[in-house]
């Protein structure tokens, strides 16, 4: 679709036929002066085309010139693409796929893993455009499923292909956290969180999930901790409680009331339309040639002509 960046210059249009209608004709003295014999010995010679023929070749190409500059004036352009700007937040969410996230809570139809994903969607949705996201998956490994990126649909991709215990059936927050922390980026200004999605079980590894958020709180990454109900009342959501605590974070349990916890921050409203701005392809340049193609070739006409 073409879109046109001053669509008011195409008021110009009738501009020559505007001058035409109200400039004086040239006086009669300056025309020039033959007899009617000649005039018609002038006309024979022509060869074969009418007046009203030769009239249209010597203005077509003024005319398709004219078009051309105009169209120039209006900046012409078309879509080809978005223009992502970092925000400086990099979220890191780490999905817990031990064996416990294949089991359903009371009252609940899907199970751990799938109302996980579903909230994950979800919150991907509402995350703006320039904050970067990663996906891990952990049981007794952790695994990168897809470092820092702004596509979000094709981290929804990876979310849909996850198998309850691939990476084992035991837990290891404490291994989440150290893989998330090799996963964010370099820069100091940066704002980074990680999203734990566990039922709190820590049973595997050899980093212990305290120490490994301590390393998380010097580099300043937050923790935001996402546990299960029927864990959180059986005492199982401690752990997940205490990573949360000592980086400054928060700890929540999934519910469908609230789902994911907010990680948009206070400024990403106003900075929300500066994130994305439209690529588009400009063609003002190539209608100019066009124009002073046109142009020429209207010249060398008049030369010839002569």
């Known amino acids: 679709m073409i879109e046109l960046l001053r669509p008011w210059a195409l008021f110009a249009l009738p501009l020559p036929l505007i001058a035409w209608w109200l400039l004086p004709h040239a006086a009669p003295a300056a025309r020039l002066q033959a007899s009617e014999s000649a005039l018609v010995l002038l006309r024979a010679m022509r060869p074969g085309r009418s007046e ?31 223009l992502i700007r970092s925000s400086g937040h990099e979220v890191v969410i780490a999905i817990d796929l031990s064996a416990s996230m294949g089991r359903k809570e009371s009252g609940q139809r899907a199970t751990a893993f799938d109302r996980y994903r579903t909230a994950v ?37 990876y979310l849909d292909e996850l198998v309850v215990g691939m990476p084992g059936r035991k837990t290891s927050v404490g291994v989440a956290i150290g893989l ?38 010097d580099r300043n990454v937050r923790i935001h901790a996402v546990g299960l109900a029927d864990a959180e009342a059986g005492g199982g959501s401690d752990i997940l409680r205490t990573v949360a605590e000592i980086t400054g974070g928060s700890f929540s349990t999934l519910a469908e009331t609230s789902g994911l916890p907010d990680l948009t921050g206070p400024a990403a409203a106003a900075t929300a339309d500066e ?20 142009l020429a070739g209207h010249l060398l006409m008049l030369r010839r002509a002569r």
Request: negative net charge; hydrophobic residues 50%; charged residues 15%.
């Open 52 to 82: 009203g023929t030769d009239q249209i070749r010597r203005l077509l190409l003024p005319v398709l010139g004219w078009l051309a500059l105009v169209m120039a004036l209006c900046g012409p352009v078309t879509p080809i693409g978005t």
């Open 121 to 157: 969607a979800t919150f991907l949705d509402r995350l703006p455009a320039g904050d970067r996201v990663a996906l891990i998956a952990f049981g007794e490994q952790a695994y990168l499923i897809a470092p820092l990126t702004h596509d979000f649909g094709a981290l929804n991709g």
């Open 180 to 217: 998330a922390l090799k996963t964010f980026g370099t820069g100091e200004q940066q704002r980074r969180s990680l999203l734990i999605l566990s039922d709190g079980e820590d049973n595997a590894g050899a980093l212990p999930a305290p120490d490994a958020a301590l390393l998380a709180s």
């Open 275 to 294: 994130a994305t701005s439209p690529l588009r392809r400009n063609w003002s340049s190539e209608l100019l040639i066009v124009a002073a193609i046109m």
